[in-house]
T-cell receptor, first 118, second 112 residues
Framework: GAVVSQHPSWVICKSGTSVKIECRSL??????MFWYRQFPKQSLMLMAT?????????EQGVEKDKFLINHASLTLSTLTVTSAHPEDSSFYIC??????????????FGPGTRLTVT | GENVEQHPSTLSVQEGDSAVIKCTYS??????FPWYKQELGKRPQLIID?????GEKKDQRIAVTLNKTAKHFSLHITETQPEDSAVYFC???????????FGKGTRLSVIA
């Protein structure tokens, strides 16, 4: 199946700093990528849809000025958590569908990024 | 928008018994229903999926059933093993470039 990578796998940062997370589709082009957030013992919640060459669309309650998304190429989307605070500590996971394949609906997940804000 | 409900939230079974997890969805336009297994700190792993033109799908010990009329789908695991212990999520989506909506998850414990 298709492969999605994410970097870094974990990061610890101080409150008030910014952190950038990269999501790459390694063997397919992804015009759309999704960013999810998962708090401990909870489900994956969609934060935003990243669209190559256009603005991201954010879910209700997600601050677009705090979670900056850039989808500058067909294989890379980045999520920047600006002015991070302890409540932003979470597991961030990206996914992308390989629309060129036969299983057009299947989403391929990155390995996730564990963010801890101290 | 789509809403996916999942039950039960926790499930304990004896090794060798079967486990069933049920989900309902609200959007009749949803046509793709995957099931994921997630171990602590790792990405969700697709274990089986079903599309709305199929009523049942089986892969070895795992099966999924879909009732479009009632808008519910279920995961069946037979002959459970301790390594089946994990959190399982159901999800639903429409077209391939739309996001998945997840259920809240079921923590399955298989007791040896």
């Amino acid at each position: 199946g298709a492969v999605v990578s994410q970097h870094p796998s974990w990061v610890i940062c101080k409150s008030g700093t910014s952190v950038k997370i990269e999501c790459r589709s390694l063997d397919f082009q992804a015009t759309t990528m999704f960013w999810y957030r998962q708090f401990p013992k909870q489900s994956l919640m969609l934060m935003a849809t990243s669209n190559e060459g256009s603005k991201a669309t954010y879910e209700q309650g997600v601050e677009k000025d705090k979670f900056l998304i850039n989808h500058a190429s067909l294989t890379l989307s980045t999520l920047t958590v600006t002015s991070a605070h302890p409540e932003d500590s979470s597991f961030y996971i990206c996914s992308a569908p390989d629309l060129s394949g036969t299983s057009g609906n299947e989403q391929y997940f990155g390995p996730g990024t564990r963010l801890t804000v101290t | 928008g789509e809403n996916v409900e999942q039950h039960p939230s926790t499930l304990s079974v004896q090794e060798g018994d079967s486990a069933v997890i049920k989900c309902t969805y609200s959007d009749s336009a949803s046509n793709y229903f995957p099931w994921y297994k997630q171990e602590l700190g790792k990405r969700p792993q697709l274990i089986i999926d079903i599309r709305s033109n199929v009523g049942e799908k089986k892969d070895q010990r795992i099966a999924v059933t879909l009732n479009k009329t009632a808008k519910h789908f279920s995961l069946h695991i037979t002959e459970t093993q301790p390594e089946d212990s994990a959190v399982y999520f159901c999800a639903a989506s429409t077209a391939g470039n739309t996001p998945l909506v997840f259920g809240k998850g079921t923590r399955l414990s298989v007791i040896a």
